[in-house]
């Protein structure tokens, strides 16, 4: 029932009338069950990849100051760089410094709703510096932009769909996002974030981005280097590689599109741990493949045959105990009104720098929610604790006089 490892497909098979229907087969597969999947032969051109991470990398190497003058909380689009450490995930510290672009965006109106302010002009580096930057990323999300909504279309045929079934979720500008990331390894990373083992000898590999699932429908990978770090996390709670392969994206399936097919499509819960001491820094570039932040929690029709092998999955789940998760799903009906704010509300727990400076009322929220749930989390600990000690105390006998005189006496 628990996937052990990660599926890969050849996306030639989609562009074959003979080989098609095996392909979808196969994507139905690892979107019910998985929710995590390499691609190949994706159409991207290897030239652009090329530049796009040499580029990418270049930008890391640019002056400290440089970096700063595009960082992320000088607007309020999230859009920018950020430093490292200045992003939390489950109430820990990110340890990664990245760069966050997206489709080009004029600035919204001041009548436009608050979640409106994600759709942007970019922060660009200098072109002084990096000439070929700009035209090299731009090039790169266009291509990708098309392969996304490509691939959306062949999720929908591969739930028996029409292929346009999702087209109403997309503006006709929509916007998409390009992360370009740098996870240095812990040899360069303070002391303090990174837990010594039992033998005090050696650090404990740090949080490169904490456990999360993403938003919206798809995200597309782009393993830049050879460290391995990528973990998705299986329905028994284990975590399983995801290591590099060349000439692949790494798909994940985003909370957005889990809610739309009813639960069909599961958001995979994943996680990078930072490179070990000395294996020098590990580079990625996800694509986040945009949905519209007016569209709410409406849900497509999903064919009964279709939600039949969904709830067979979770039949089967249940009665393996369940799933285990270290994420909530939180695209929730009912909690909000339409997607934009959910994903600005994300947002914000993740860079809360930019939240203090732009929106801190939300923030507020944001602050309270977190610490409502570590206080349940405190209260489930001593429920637990208290569990313990009642089922360890099962079996003894207490004396008549011990509750007053002494400890109780073991039963023999």
Known sequence: MSFTSIPLLDLSLSRNPETKPAFLESLREALLEVGFLYIKN??????????VITQGKAFFDLPEEKKLEIQMKNVPSFLGYSKLGNEITKHAVDWREQMDISTPHPLPSPTSPLYYNLRSPNQWPDPTFLPSFRPVIEAYIRQMSTLSVTFTSLIAEALLLSPTAFDRFFDDDQQHKLKIVKYPDTGVLPSSSTSPTKDNTKPAQAQG?????????????????????????????TWIDCPPMPGTLVVAIGQGLEAITHGVCASTTHRVLSPTAGSGPRFSLPFLQGVSYDATFESVDIPSAVLAMRDERLRQLAAAGGRIDDVEFTFRKGKWNHLGEATLFNRVKSHQDVGERWYPELLGRVRAEQTAAAAGEVAKTKTEQAGAMAEKDEGKTIHPTSAVQGPAIQAH
């Open 42 to 51: 994706t159409g991207i051109d290897d030239a652009l990849i090329e530049n």
């Open 209 to 237: 981005v904490g456990p999360h699932k993403d938003s919206m429908l798809t995200s597309y990978l782009l393993q830049a280097s050879s460290h391995r770090g990528l973990q998705a996390q299986n329905l028994a709670g």
